[in-house]
């Protein structure tokens, strides 16, 4: 999807550096909403076009974007407005499917399956879903988009006794959360860790990076309310297309009786 950049103006009379000016034109239809997140820029071309300045002067520009946070950059793709769980609540602490995510940012969320198997349990499976080894485990391997931006690979896993007919569910249509809560299974939270990796090569290959390129893991463990795993996962999120946001509060230090400030 692409989106264009209105009515620029940019003065060679102005004492503030061409690519300064062009960063802050872009970063200006960020805000008014012309660019939106997850949207793609025009191609270079375009853009030294309409700002008549030349493509290093742009690409400055664009490189500072990057390194604020605003753009995200993709190889062979092109520039794109960053994706971030900002402005509308602190992602992390609230528990929601990616299409939940999307929606409350006002994108569209599409799926591209990889694979969707059967598959016995392992041991480590096993222990971490509590069923027993061999029992019968629904692997479903999904690309996941915003607004046509690859954004991360998703990997779960699901005990199939618990969702017998998510083995036959359209998951480039349907969402995993939704199939749990129609199988009247309550999420009621997961235990994830997040750690930085290099994208290997398929990962690359997915998300439109170079095999290299930083991305961030989350490996999660949903659970229901009375802690039973319901399923797992991996997502592997574009290091440059997607930030994860959290606040953190100081409890109130408690000081020992008697003694004073």
Same mark, same amino acid.
């Given at each position: 999807?692409?989106?264009?950049?209105?009515?620029?103006?940019?003065?060679?009379?102005?004492?503030?550096?061409?690519?300064?000016?062009?960063?802050?034109?872009?970063?200006?239809?960020? $805000?008014?909403?012309?660019?939106?997140?997850?949207?793609?820029?025009?191609?270079?071309?375009?853009?030294?076009?309409?700002?008549?300045?030349?493509?290093?002067?742009? =690409?400055?520009?664009?490189?500072?974007?990057?390194?604020?946070?605003?753009?995200?950059?993709?190889?062979?793709?092109?520039?794109?407005?960053?994706?971030?769980?900002?402005?509308?609540?602190?992602?992390?602490?609230?528990?929601?499917?990616?299409?939940?995510?999307?929606?409350?940012?006002?994108?569209?969320?599409?799926?591209?399956?990889?694979?969707?198997?059967?598959?016995?349990?392992?041991?480590?499976?096993? @222990?971490?879903?509590?069923?027993?080894?061999?029992?019968?485990? +629904?692997?479903?391997? =999904?690309?996941?988009?915003?607004?046509?931006?690859?954004?991360?690979?998703?990997?779960?896993?699901?005990?199939?006794?618990?969702?017998? @007919?998510?083995?036959?569910?359209?998951?480039?249509?349907?969402?995993?959360?939704?199939?749990?809560?129609?199988?009247?299974?309550?999420?009621?939270?997961?235990?994830?860790?997040?750690?930085?990796?290099?994208?290997? $090569?398929?990962?690359?290959?997915?998300?439109?990076?170079?095999?290299?390129?930083?991305?961030? $893991?989350?490996?999660?463990?949903?659970?229901?309310?009375?802690?039973?795993?319901? +399923?797992?996962?991996?997502?592997?999120?574009?290091?440059?297309?997607?930030?994860?946001?959290?606040? +953190?509060?100081?409890?109130?230090?408690?000081?020992?009786?008697?003694?004073?400030?």
């Amino acid at each position: 999807m692409s989106a264009g950049v209105q009515s620029p103006s940019i003065r060679i009379d102005y004492p503030e550096p061409l690519w300064i000016q062009a960063m802050n034109l872009i970063k200006g239809e960020i $805000a008014n909403g012309s660019l939106r997140e997850g949207m793609r820029l025009p191609p270079e071309r375009a853009l030294c076009e309409k700002f008549n300045i030349s493509r290093v002067t742009l =690409r400055k520009a664009l490189t500072r974007l990057v390194e604020d946070g605003a753009l995200s950059a993709s190889h062979g793709r092109g520039w794109y407005v960053a994706v971030t769980s900002a402005g509308s609540g602190d992602w992390p602490n609230n528990l929601e499917s990616f299409t939940e995510t999307a929606s409350r940012m006002g994108l569209v969320a599409t799926s591209r399956v990889l694979r969707a198997i059967t598959l016995p349990a392992t041991l480590d499976e096993a @222990e971490e879903l509590a069923v027993a080894p061999g029992s019968p485990l +629904f692997h479903l391997d =999904r690309v996941r988009l915003l607004s046509g931006v690859p954004i991360a690979i998703d990997s779960s896993v699901i005990p199939l006794a618990l969702v017998p @007919e998510v083995a036959g569910t359209d998951f480039t249509r349907h969402s995993l959360y939704d199939t749990l809560a129609r199988a009247g299974l309550d999420l009621a939270r997961a235990d994830s860790t997040i750690e930085a990796r290099q994208a290997d $090569a398929a990962v690359a290959a997915n998300l439109g990076l170079e095999i290299g390129r930083p991305i961030l $893991a989350m490996h999660q463990l949903a659970l229901d309310s009375a802690d039973r795993p319901l +399923f797992s996962s991996v997502i592997q999120y574009s290091g440059e297309r997607y930030r994860l946001r959290t606040s +953190f509060a100081r409890s109130p230090r408690v000081r020992a009786p008697g003694v004073s400030r």
